[in-house]
């Protein structure tokens, strides 16, 4: 039986595997992403530690002795997902009409990233949550989004990337039509 982690978010890990009796040595198989096996070990050592990329990886092992070889065991799978990398603001501003009544509209614009399902954008320094969601791009009327600095990550199930700095708005005249 193979003890592995389910799901990881880094790419280095480790699993282990049970002894039965009269084993000599083992035969560690992996099948990365639905490919074929491939073995990786075949000696007395009973753990592995591997670093892989994006994906999922199946595991099995088989013991053996100088008699033969017994079945393969059951399957692990080690799912791998890692954060997404660190994305960037492309625009922030706050236009705001001339004359009353006054209304205003902010808009805030992040570079989308690979591997990300997930944007948390707030109000610079963390003050106030102003959006989570898919897009990489908000805008309202009505003072919704509006701050006077942001800041955003990027996140997945593996976890989230570093904030941006604080990106501060540019200031600018709204239509009053």
């Known amino acids: 039986m193979i003890n592995a982690p389910g799901l990881v978010n880094v790419r280095d890990y480790a699993f282990s595997w049970s002894t039965p009796a009269n084993t000599e040595y083992f035969i560690l198989q992996e099948s990365a992403n639905g490919a074929g096996w491939v073995t ?3 000696d ?12 999922s990886y199946a595991y099995r092992v088989q013991a053996c002795n100088f008699v033969g070889c017994g079945p393969w065991s059951g399957i692990a799978t080690v799912n791998v997902v890692l ?4 994305t960037s603001f492309y625009i922030a501003t706050w236009l705001t009409t001339r004359r009353p009544p006054y209304q205003v509209q902010c808009e805030a614009g992040w570079r989308e990233v690979p591997g990300a399902t997930e944007y948390q954008l707030e109000s610079g320094g963390g003050g106030e949550r102003l959006y989570t969601g898919p897009y990489g791009y908000v805008s309202a009327r009505g003072g919704a989004y509006c701050a006077h600095s942001y800041r955003v990550r990027a996140c997945n199930a593996g ?4 904030w941006t700095a604080d990106y501060p708005v540019t200031t600018g005249v709204l239509s009053d039509e």
């Open 44 to 55: 007395g050592r009973t753990s592995a530690a591997v670093g892989r990329d994006n994906g």
């Open 159 to 162: 976890g989230c990337s570093a």
């Open 40 to 42: 990786l070990l075949a």
């Open 83 to 86: 954060p997404p990398p660190a």
